[in-house]
């Protein structure tokens, strides 16, 4: 296994022993959008994208601009105009043949980007455009319905499940959208609708953790006794 791959497998399980364990959640945001300083020094396409110079953006289309390129981080003018929430700039994109599944270098998508901003608006308009929920994304291999379930971003859920996202995805850290809807949440109202979103379309109650320990178990042991319940009436064993 690479040196970096290695590290990062690593890393991921050391943070489901932490959360496992009590300790506290980490950030939920591993994307890196551009700083200020970037965003200013951004010209040709990638500038046009971010700042939603829709004329600019139309020269450069007309003019043949590269569609792959890209900034430092392997950022590409989908995934600047989805950090910006350049709606309009994502459509003509899409519509001058961009691949709105690129990943960058830290591996999110723009479907991704939108999903952790709980940008339902941008996330709505890239999936009418043919975008993908079922990229495998980010370090921990996840997907953008597993960073929503983990955010609480419910709206978010509910868009992707109808959008055919994968219901039983398991990430690196051996965990659900379901289970992360428990152990990276907080129980209250949005992650508890987060979870009965997943539960109504069908995600499987019982698939447990890397440890053996399944949904139901999770949540009793975290105290949260609506997504007990909730999980229980969906046939949830413990």
Do not use: K
């Amino acid at each position: 296994m690479p040196l970096t791959r290695r590290l990062l497998t690593l890393a991921a399980r050391a943070t489901a022993a932490l959360c496992l364990a009590g300790g506290a959640v980490p950030p939920a945001v591993a994307q890196t959008p551009p700083t200020a300083a970037e965003a200013a020094r951004y010209g040709g396409l990638l500038g046009a994208a971010h700042r939603g110079d829709l004329v600019r953006l139309a020269a450069l289309l007309q003019g043949g601009a590269p569609l792959d390129e890209r900034d430092s981080h392997g950022r590409s003018a989908v995934h600047l105009a989805a950090f910006a929430r350049q709606r309009e700039a994502l459509r003509r994109l899409a519509a001058a043949g961009a691949d709105l599944g690129a990943l960058e270098h830290d591996r999110y998508d723009a479907v991704t980007i939108a999903a952790v901003a709980d940008d339902e608006e941008t996330l709505r308009l890239l999936l009418q455009l043919g975008a993908s929920p079922q990229r495998v994304t980010s370090r921990y291999d996840g997907t953008a319905l597993i960073a929503a379930a983990h955010l609480g971003h419910d709206g978010v859920v509910r868009q992707l499940v109808a959008a055919g996202a994968p219901l039983d995805h398991v990430n690196n850290l051996r965990w659900t959208a379901l289970i992360e809807s428990i152990v990276l949440g907080d129980g209250g109202p949005r992650h508890l609708a987060t979870l009965r979103a997943l539960l109504a379309a069908g995600a499987n109650p019982n698939l447990a953790d890397g440890h053996g320990r399944t949904p139901l178990a999770l949540a009793r042991g975290r105290g949260y006794a609506a997504m007990a319940a909730a999980l229980e009436q969906a046939g949830a064993r413990p």
